[in-house]
């Protein structure tokens, strides 16, 4: 049963993308029209407006879904569909979809700080090779959320995933916590002998004519090893999304809202990400968790794991690492 089958939601698909175009152009063109350093409060601020803009959403979200279920011929002709009960299975599965997003996108908040320190991008300047990062990201996304929409369908695929989600948990549970070296990087490789490079920051160019010829800065550079880095990482964030729902609508929409906050969550969390040490634990065992229900665990409760169960679970994962960062971490890193 699709509730959200997109011949009938198209419509709704565009407008929540030329709303989040809106945003997106009221934030680069008026907010952040000028570069400048973003410090603590700021980001503080603008990562509630994204929680926020998130929640009253999936608020509004839930009463559409109650009235259109109540109204739905299609649907009301099932029996015993629940409109209600349905209603609140979406916006549960909707919320959950987003904490799991803002979750696994803590990775790439590490990332983003080892990119910015490798390339030496000054912090007026990361604002801006954040936003069109965030842009390309959304393309990205949809495009793999769309591809999932189809192949999750096949049971063979799902499993095949929920045993990659697995393996990516154990592999990160066990591993180091020593910074990449991205000289060695593949992708790092691959634009160096791609593009022209010019070597020094021209303000916030991401392209530079000298003598006749394009060169790309460091700010482009930064910028397409992000892009690449996160389509990456959507490997396992797009499918651990499809395993708390199957409504391609829900996915699309939790996973846009999770990624628009991230440019916040970054300047607020950077200057303290080092004392964070147990985080990398929490976000291995919501992998592992995730994988588990989509191999196991929603097969064993007919079908579909009980949703808030998964909410509490997963909040209980990474409340957990965080306060043992809080409380253990500053001990740890003072050893070391």
Sequence with gaps: MVLFPFAE??????????FVLFVLALDLGVFHKKAHEVGFKEAGVWTLVWISLALIFNFLFYKYAQFTFSNSERLLAIPNFDPDFYAKQSALEFLTGFVVEKTLAIDNIFIFAVVFSYFAIPKVYQHRVLFWGILGALFFRGIFIALGSVLMEYKAVVIFFGVLLIFTGLKMFFAGTENPDLEKNIIIKFLKKFFRIHP????????????GLIYVTPLFLALIFLEMTDIIFAVDSVPAIFAISKEPLIVFTSNIFAILGLRSMYF?????????????????????????????????????????????????????????????????????
Excluded: C, H
């Design 9 to 18: 939601y198209w419509w709704f698909y565009l407008g929540f993308v030329v």
């Design 200 to 211: 020094k920051i021209e303000g916030q160019k991401f392209f530079f004519r000298k003598e």
């Design 268 to 336: 607020m969390l950077a200057g303290v990400m080092d004392k964070f040490i147990f985080i990398k634990y929490g976000l291995a065992a919501v992998l592992i968790f995730v994988g588990a229900k989509m191999v196991y665990l929603n097969e064993a409760f007919d079908g579909k794991f009980p949703i808030t169960w998964s909410l509490a679970i997963i909040t209980i994962l990474i409340s957990s690492s965080i306060l043992a960062s809080v409380f253990w971490g500053s001990s740890k890193s003072t050893q070391k």
